[in-house]
């Protein structure tokens, strides 16, 4: 079974306007920690922002919000005030708390386009 | 600062021919991975190490080996290159801890024809 589904395989949003990317996850374990990245044209891999199981607000950083609903198993991220800049892949992952190589494990990815 | 840098960035194989994809990081993290990007898709794990001398295999080991000799480097290596393992493969690291993004290289985008 999928552990990270990411149900939006491309999206439009206008400049200045704000999105909602979705994420989904899968864990039976109660301690975990979600993480979004971008990955622009030019191929690298950017962290944006985290999310532990037992943080009691949703994490925000800068323009980057995560809508955290722990209950529903969603981790969405939502990107406030859209830029050309912002026109790239986006990727969802999660680790678990029990994982002793420390490792993340992906969605498929949300593509962006902004649109002027 | 150099974080985790990959060498080749760019390289074309035969079918058949063996290669190792570089990696090394300065940050001394204790864990190291790689990755394999398909067009299109997202990161699947190949192989990680918690820490020099130790490595496991990932979601997708076949055809890939790999060592970890000191804690900055962990090469990758391809015997036998097979055209499905045409891909961008990123080296990435991180210190321990729930919270602790990883840190990823530029990516190798590597063709097998």
């Known amino acids: 079974a999928q552990k990270i589904t990411q149900t939006q395989p491309g999206m439009f949003v206008q400049e200045k306007e704000a999105v909602t990317l979705d994420c989904t996850y899968d864990?039976?374990?109660?301690?975990?920690?979600l993480f979004w990245y971008k990955q622009p044209s030019s191929g690298e891999m950017i962290f944006l922002i985290y999310q532990g199981s037992y943080d009691q607000q949703n994490a925000t950083e800068g323009r980057y919000s995560l809508n955290f609903q722990k209950a529903r198993k969603s981790a969405n991220l939502v990107i406030s005030a859209s830029q050309l800049g912002d026109s790239a892949m986006y990727f969802c992952a999660m680790r678990e708390g029990n994982n002793a190589g420390n490792m993340l494990t992906f969605g498929g990815g949300t593509r962006l386009m902004v649109k002027p | 600062n150099a974080g985790v840098t990959q060498t080749p960035k760019f390289r074309i194989l035969k079918i058949g021919q063996s290669m190792t994809l570089q990696c090394t990081q300065d940050m001394n993290h204790n864990y190291m991975y790689w990755y394999r990007q398909d067009p299109g898709m997202g990161l699947k794990l190949i192989y990680y190490s918690v820490g020099a001398g130790i490595t496991d295999k990932g979601e997708v080991p076949n055809g890939y080996n790999v060592s970890r000799s000191t804690t900055e480097d962990f090469p990758l290596r391809l015997e036998l290159a097979a055209p499905s393992q045409t891909s961008v493969y990123f080296c990435?690291?991180?210190?321990?801890?729930?919270?602790?993004?990883?840190?990823f290289g530029d990516g190798t985008r590597l063709s097998i024809l």
């Open positions: 990435a690291s991180s210190p321990r801890g729930l919270n602790q993004p990883q840190h």
């Open positions: 864990t039976s374990d109660p301690s975990y920690g």
